[in-house]
């Protein structure tokens, strides 16, 4: 039986930038992985559809300055929960160096723009760990 | 490594995090599903599901979302399953239900699972019935099962429900197409949605004067309502109109019958699937088949003959 990577995409916020997301998730279910597409949500609302959902990734795309504020809430939430083993991965308009910040604080790849499908794709296959 | 008996009595408790667990391990096919669904049996058969289905775009979500809220507000706890496609080449799927519920109205006691329907060609998911399984063990009271966009035939989800609401819109067709075989004829209820568009009420009119016909020698008339769900509006019609069948069902061990005729067929399509399944682990180390490709081929036989004659001697093999 091949098990399937489930990810959530959720644009983070108010955020009402949608193109990314969009593209990302069609790449995505390209590479074979079932995407839940969530819309605009907040951290907790994220948290609670990859609960029910049995999230492998989170995806978040973020276009409007709230990386440093809302992407290491998720993170917190899920920690308080026991769902370490569940990825989040970040994307959008992200200045350079707020990188190794993001990082530190617990999200598993940032993708700033220019990233290459090919590379977001890829990082989504390698993170999850099915053994 | 799980601990199957923890995760069940956390989840037959009503805990998310392990009813989801549950279910994630049933669809994808766990060794230890069956000992899992065996565990959770006794505390199912007390939820009243409702099937949803109809074609692509009908608005069925956001019909589901409408009707969530009500029976939330009425105090149930409530469960959602919705199906959508998987891509037939790279197996993917989006999973595009869950946008269209109103994840502000905090008061919700909801557990929402969205499922891509793999390969599977009637309209559900191959464990979308275990997953409302372990819906109804955790508690939940009324569970929404819907299904992907569907066309005239994929009829899986009057097997797996209580109650069948067809969602249709005015533009879902004339006439003839009212009288066709099929989805039509499964409905318990109908929605024409988007009535706020032109068409609605001849369509509903043209619905109504075929099952007029058709229902003259059964037990139960599917109503028709007309809804906007984008709008909220006609849906509190629609909800009693659904509890309105849950209630006829309750009376004269119909339930019962009802239910007891659903597990007949789910047991002859798992008896057919684990044939199936079966039959193919032996074929695949027997590589018989392309020489027989070739006996088709060559016109030296009908494949309908070679087909029974290889079952043939695999039986015979077997016993």
């Known amino acids: 039986m091949t098990r399937k990577i489930r990810v959530i995409m959720a644009k983070l916020g108010l955020d009402i930038h949608w193109r990314g997301a969009y593209l990302v998730s069609q790449f995505l279910k390209d590479a074979g992985m079932d995407v839940i597409y969530i819309g605009n949500t907040f951290p907790d609302q994220i948290v609670d559809a990859a609960i029910e959902e049995g999230a492998d990734i989170i995806g978040l795309s973020t276009l409007c300055g709230n990386h440093l504020s809302l992407g290491p809430k998720v993170v917190e939430l899920l920690k308080e929960k026991g769902l370490e083993h569940i990825k989040v991965i970040i994307g959008g308009v992200i200045p350079p160096n707020h990188i190794p910040q993001l990082k530190e604080k617990g999200l598993y790849e940032v993708y700033p723009p220019d990233t290459p499908m090919e590379a977001i794709v890829a990082g989504f296959n390698e993170c999850v760990d099915f053994n | ?319």
């Open chain 2, 1 to 319: 490594m799980h601990d199957i008996d923890r995760l069940v009595q956390a989840a037959t408790s009503g805990e998310k995090i392990a009813t989801s667990q549950l279910i994630s391990m049933i669809e994808r096919g766990d060794p230890q599903a069956n000992t899992i669904m065996g565990k959770i049996a006794p505390y199912t058969g007390k939820a009243y599901t409702v099937g949803v289905t109809g074609p692509p775009g009908a608005g069925k979500s956001t019909l589901v979302d409408n009707l969530v809220g009500l029976c939330c507000r009425a105090g149930y706890s409530v469960g959602v399953i919705a199906v959508d496609p998987s891509s037939p080449f790279s197996g993917g799927a989006l999973l595009g239900d869950r946008v269209r519920m109103n994840v502000n109205d905090k008061g919700r006691d909801l557990f929402f699972r969205s499922m891509s329907a793999g390969r599977a060609m009637g309209g559900l998911a191959r464990t979308t019935r275990e997953t409302a399984r372990i819906l109804d063990a955790s508690g939940r009271q009324i569970i929404f099962i819907e299904t992907v966009g569907v066309g005239q035939s994929e009829l899986d989800i009057s097997k797996a429900t209580d109650t069948v609401l067809v969602v249709l819109t005015p533009e879902s067709g004339d006439n003839i197409q009212m009288m066709k075989a099929g989805l039509l004829e499964i409905a318990d209820v109908f929605a024409i949605n988007k009535a706020d568009r032109t068409g609605a009420e001849s369509i509903a009119d043209a619905l109504q004067h075929n099952l007029e016909r058709t229902s003259k020698t059964k037990e139960w008339t599917p109503q028709i309502f007309l809804t906007s769900a984008s709008l909220n509006q006609g849906v509190d019609a629609l909800y009693e109109g659904i509890l309105a069948h849950q209630k006829h069902l309750g009376t004269n061990q119909r339930m019962e019958l009802h239910r007891k005729s659903q597990i007949r067929a789910e047991l002859r399509d798992r008896i057919e699937e684990s044939l199936s399944d079966r039959f193919w682990q032996h074929a695949e180390s027997d590589n018989n088949l392309d020489r027989l490709v070739d006996k088709v081929w060559f016109q030296k036989a009908d494949p309908q003959a070679v087909a029974a004659q290889i079952v043939s001697i695999w039986l015979q093999g077997e016993s």
